[in-house]
């Protein structure tokens, strides 16, 4: 059981919108910043959001973070078949010795 | 650009010790501020921190492995590795090297599948 909680599946027709909530607690998404991975089906995750609602190089902007308390949330719009992947939110925790922390993870289909 | 990537054995048998190191390409274990951390994913499951090693040689590990985990870095081959004591069947998983920066994970490795059967 993750520490911090994700729908397990979202899905979405081409072109539209979709938001993937990450729940937490005081000690984790409430303490520290909250970063997002996409993983690819057959590949490592790849750094997607980080300091809540920041974009590495190269991550378009349909790509947005944002959090609310113990909660997080990420947003992707104009949705292609492409994002079609798992989306864990990661961050740590200060109850774990500052030690990392994941959602089980959500699934994403482009319908 | 840094580049890990992760090697050891595919296979390991039960009650036996999981080896694997983490080669460090375009950057330095030794660099200030970067946290060498090892990451896995058990089949059709998500992700679990394992533990990490910053610059320093200071270790930090997942409290529900914290006696089986062991993260140790060779500055003279620029690598980090990981070991995993007492290994069951649990212990099958993709295992992945990554970078810590401040507060993100960056890059990330191929991963590693390591299966433990005997």
């Known amino acids: 059981q993750s520490v911090l909680t994700q729908p397990p599946s979202v899905s979405a027709a081409p072109g539209q919108k979709v938001t993937i909530s990450c729940s937490g607690n005081?000690?984790?998404?409430?303490?520290?910043?909250v970063s997002w991975y996409q993983q690819l089906p057959g590949t490592a995750p790849k750094l997607l959001i980080y300091?809540?609602?920041k974009r590495p190089s190269g991550i378009p902007d349909r790509f947005s973070g944002s959090t609310s308390g113990t909660s997080a949330t990420l947003a992707i719009t104009g949705l292609q078949t492409g994002d079609e992947a798992d989306y864990y939110c990661g961050t740590w925790d200060s109850s774990l010795s500052a030690g990392g922390v994941f959602g089980g993870g959500t699934k994403l289909t482009v319908l | 650009q840094v580049q890990l990537q992760e090697s050891g054995p595919g296979l390991v048998k039960p009650s036996e010790t999981l080896s694997l190191t983490c080669t460090v390409s375009?950057?330095?274990?030794?660099?200030?501020?970067?946290?060498w951390s090892w990451i896995r994913q058990s089949p059709g499951k998500g992700l679990e921190w394992l533990g990490y090693?910053?610059?320093?040689?200071?270790?930090n590990y997942n409290p529900s492995l914290k006696s089986r985990v062991t993260i140790s870095t060779d500055t003279s081959k620029n690598q980090f590795s990981l070991k995993l004591t007492s290994v069951t069947a649990a212990d099958t998983a993709v295992y992945y090297c990554v970078r810590r920066w401040l507060s993100r994970l960056d890059p990330w490795g191929r991963g590693t599948l390591v299966t433990v059967s005997s």
């Open positions: 375009g950057g330095s274990v030794s660099s200030g501020g970067y946290y």
């Open positions: 300091e809540n609602n």
């Open positions: 090693i910053y610059y320093t040689g200071s270790t």
């Open positions: 005081s000690s984790n998404i409430g303490s520290y910043y």
